[in-house]
């Protein structure tokens, strides 16, 4: 996961090169990460204690 800067007030920052392809952003304590998207896949977002402790990424293959 890329990480993403976050400004004093919190803003956001996301250099559009990033965002030519499908993804998911995961905003948690203080801290923004960019995931691009599988063409086919499960992304799961594990939280503990309100915060996002982890992000799997399972790819498929379709035949």
């Known amino acids: 996961m890329d990480p993403l800067k976050l400004d004093l007030n919190g803003a956001l920052y996301i250099p559009a090169e990033k965002l030519i392809v499908p993804c998911v952003i995961v905003v948690s304590d203080g801290k923004a990460k960019l995931q691009p998207l ?22 498929s293959i379709v035949f």
């Open 38 to 59: 599988q063409a086919f896949g499960t992304l799961e977002v594990i939280v503990q204690d309100n915060k996002v402790s982890r992000i799997n990424n399972k790819e």
